[in-house]
């Protein structure tokens, strides 16, 4: 389109004013835009350069017509967590970001909505097997709340990441983020 205005403004030198007011007010109208979305990150990017990165220890495959809720399920204590000072991205503190993940509830409100949860890589961490690394859950808090139908269906988190350690009865984690949009993740 650039191109095309280019060419069309070219052969007259008189017009080219017109043409740089022209892009300026289609930047100062598209910028606000991508200023908007929010900076889509993997779990990786959690990871400060140089780190060790831990393998997870993913939960074994249950029978699941014999798991009826995943949470009470379990009866025995937490499992420690692996590399509980595990480094941070103290850069992405304060960035809006996009993040994939498994929802391990934490507080859900008498409407049966998930209000605050830990956002982890894989399903079962924290309930299954030995919690991640703090670097790779993210604490969220939620005033809308999600309903959880499906503890193995994975979600996009959209909100403003905070590089603030938390404690919660399953785990620590590096980051907490409070939650302005809460999807289901679809493969495309």
């Not at 604490?139 to 269906?153: A, K, N, P, T, W």
Request: aromatic share 8%; proline share 12%; charged share 20%.
């Amino acid at each position: 389109m650039i191109r095309n205005l280019t060419a069309i403004f070219a052969g007259n030198p008189a017009k080219r004013p017109a043409l740089h007011t022209l892009l300026i007010l289609l930047l100062t109208v598209a910028m606000p835009l991508w200023a908007d979305e929010p900076r889509e990150l993997d779990w990786p990017s959690l990871i400060p350069e140089g780190a060790p990165v831990i393998p997870p220890q993913l939960a074994p495959l249950h029978d699941m017509s014999q798991l009826g809720d995943a949470l009470s399920a379990e009866s025995a204590p937490p499992a420690r967590q692996q590399a509980p000072d595990a480094p941070v991205v103290k850069s992405l503190d304060g960035q809006r970001i996009k993040l994939p993940g498994y929802i391990v509830p934490l507080e859900v409100s008498e409407e049966g909505r998930t209000t605050e949860f830990l956002l982890v890589p894989y399903y079962g961490a924290c309930i299954h097997v030995p919690p991640p690394p703090p670097n790779q859950i993210v604490h969220i808090f939620s005033e809308m709340g999600v309903r959880i139908e499906d503890l193995y269906q994975p979600y996009w988190i959209e909100g403003k990441l905070q590089v603030r350690a938390s404690t919660s009865e399953l785990a620590d984690a590096g980051y907490q983020m409070e939650a302005e949009k809460i999807y289901a993740y679809e493969l495309k």
